[in-house]
């Protein structure tokens, strides 16, 4: 041990080992060389390739004897799906100039019937190529019309975006719900959670986002000449404000005609009169050893003239290891027309969640996980009311 | 329109593992953000990095995780996570660098930002973008973070050799700041921010400055074994 101090002693005496390394330091770079590890080339500039599997399995419990939707008793229903998402960034020497995002999937079904993260399979027996996300972003479209000066104020004001994704309502927009069991409520609210739709986004000030778009209310399929269309619109708090106090939230407003949806218990190829206002929030924060987000998302109006009204409440919480994590969410889609015809007033469950994360990426890039699920359903408008019971397997990466 | 998905998602699952990456890492508010870090921006560009997709990434990766000093993280600082560099400009002049890294800390992720001057690799400004800490008001305050302005990743490495040394050497500008928090929790989240910052100019040396730094680190590591 003495001999270590001795040597650290004489040490303390020697010259600044650093100080020819200071002087030559200060001296600058080129900074309009290219980066040092950077490429140029298509698939390697700003290029982003993920891969997906999925396997579950559903269990369907009849809680009454008969259901006009259902065959009597238990019922098993299976998807597997394998598939991808491409994102590609465009820039020029000195601004990234849009984005590029098509995500798709191979997907299986067998015996299916509706559980709240596959409510579109109806039609889709067997093998079907499903597209989910498919749009581009244009950045700063107004700059061509803007001076050197305005353009660095007008940065992040003016994005376009075509093409299919979340409807601009609600959290969803904001919500990463690659393969989650628990959905928000878009689809249960609208019969779908994507459209296609074109339509500007951006900032309006640090702490608030908007978002404008016009729907082709079609759904899955872009049909712009079945006659319908529908106007959405977001005010949100942004992403630093999440970051800083832990808020997500907003205002929401959806107008048009959408095409109908056997989702809703609405006949096909109709066309509904929409309308719809909403509120929601999201608060994120410690607790115990891990964090704690609880959810709502609030939404009323009508279709066709009849009212309706969605509550969903959620509460999610992940240990700090991001290895486990748990959920609870209650759920709650009254529509007058419908209920009037139908058993209930609404379609009332309430769902728990336990999830084992094999690996759990901090910015949802790289997720593999377990999932067992267990909906009971409180009330139905239509059929019988049932547990559903699900294991789910997923990988992103 | 069916034809179209199919070939490409087809054609995508056959492309080779080396072009796969991912976004991470990003600011939440990117044109926001810069805004307010650079109000005479008038564009950015943002460019990905991943050390899975790098020509020679695993080893770019080892020597990051040699020069950070420390083991990484299996959940948070694993090879496949994914990093983006900002690039602010004023017309064609580039006015600073912005990145960000995730690092472990008590009560969660803390993710630290760090804005450099392009030239010459010091510290313009730090801040947290996320911090999930009982004491996380107390690191966010403007005069802790101040105190790292100026600083560079040639003072981390001397800062190395320094703390080897029995009395505070002057010139260590590092050994002059100090957790603002004297709690356990607090020391801890203090020393992973730290970390996070050091991490954070490792991997900017590597994306843009082509390991302009290098020297201070092999100096430093020379001058160690020198002394013992």
């Given at each position: 041990m003495v001999e270590p101090l001795c040597a650290l002693a004489q040490s303390d005496n020697l010259e600044d080992p650093f100080l020819d390394l200071r002087e030559t330091s200060s001296s600058s770079v080129s900074t309009n060389s290219p980066l040092p590890l950077a490429t140029t080339d298509l698939f390697g500039e700003n290029f982003t390739f993920k891969r997906e599997l999925l396997a579950q399995t559903s269990l369907y419990g009849t809680a009454q004897s008969s259901s006009p939707h259902l065959n009597e008793g238990n019922r098993w229903y299976t998807k597997e799906s394998i598939g991808g998402e491409v994102q590609k960034k465009f820039s020029t020497t000195t601004r990234t100039v849009g984005a590029l995002d098509i995500q798709g999937r191979f997907v299986r079904r067998d015996n299916f019937f509706a559980v709240t993260n596959d409510s579109e399979g109806m039609d889709r027996e067997g093998w079907f190529f499903e597209y989910h996300n498919l749009y581009l972003d244009l950045y700063d479209i107004a700059n061509p019309l803007l001076s050197e000066d305005l353009k660095g104020s007008a940065t992040g004001h003016f994005n376009l975006r075509v093409g299919?994704?979340?409807?601009?309502?609600?959290?969803n927009l904001q919500s990463d719900t690659h393969g989650t069991l628990l959905q928000l409520s878009n689809e249960r609210n609208f019969g779908y959670e994507r459209d296609w739709y074109a339509g500007l986004f951006g900032s309006v000030n640090r702490s608030v986002n908007y978002d404008l778009y016009y729907m082709l209310g079609s759904g899955y399929e872009p049909s712009p000449r079945f006659g319908g269309g529908m106007i959405g619109s977001r005010l949100s708090l942004s992403n630093s404000v999440k970051n800083d106090i832990g808020l997500e939230g907003g205002v929401s407003a959806l107008q048009g005609k959408r095409r109908s949806s056997p989702m809703l218990y609405e006949s096909e190829y109709d066309l509904i009169d929409t309308k719809r206002v909403g509120a929601d929030l999201r608060y994120n924060h410690l607790f115990l050893d891990g964090t704690l987000t609880e959810s709502t998302e609030l939404s009323q109006g009508s279709d066709d003239g009849t009212s309706v009204l969605t509550q969903l409440y959620q509460v999610d919480y992940l240990h700090r290891s991001r290895a486990w994590g748990s959920a609870a969410q209650y759920r709650s889609f009254a529509g007058e027309r419908v209920a009037t015809h139908g058993r209930g007033n609404s379609d009332t469950s309430i769902i728990g969640e336990l999830t084992w994360f094999i690996r759990n990426d901090i910015e949802s890039t790289n997720l593999h996980w377990i999932k067992l699920g267990i909906e009971r359903q409180l009330e139905q408008m239509v059929g019988s009311r049932g547990t559903i019971t699900t294991l789910q397997y997923y990988r992103y990466w | 329109m069916k034809f179209i998905f199919i070939a490409l998602l087809t054609l995508s699952l056959w492309i080779p593992r080396t072009l796969v990456a991912a976004v991470g890492c990003t600011l939440s508010s990117p044109a926001e953000d810069l805004k307010y870090l650079y109000p005479e921006m008038t564009s950015f560009k943002e460019q990905l990095f991943n050390f899975e997709t790098l020509k020679e990434g695993k080893l770019l990766f080892e020597k990051a995780k040699e020069r950070i000093g420390s083991d990484l993280d299996p959940v948070y600082e694993t090879f496949e996570t994914p990093y983006t560099l900002y690039q602010v400009f004023s017309g064609e002049k580039l006015l600073g660098l912005v990145h960000g890294v995730n690092v472990p800390g008590q009560g969660g992720v803390i993710q630290v930002f760090l804005s450099l001057d392009p030239t010459t690799g010091a510290i313009q400004n730090f801040f947290f973008q996320r911090l999930q800490s009982p004491v996380a008001s107390e690191l966010k305050k403007k005069e802790f973070r101040d105190q790292f302005k100026g600083v560079t990743l040639g003072d981390f490495y001397a800062h190395d050799f320094y703390k080897s040394k029995s009395k505070p050497d002057p010139k260590d500008s590092l050994a002059k700041i100090h957790s603002p928090s004297t709690s356990e929790t607090g020391t801890k989240d203090f020393e992973a921010s730290v970390r996070g910052i050091r991490k954070n100019l490792v991997l900017i040396d590597q994306f843009f400055f082509g390991n302009k730094f290098e020297p201070f680190y092999l100096r430093a590591q020379q001058s160690l074994k020198q002394a013992k």
């Open positions: 299919r994704y979340y409807l601009p309502f609600g959290l | -």
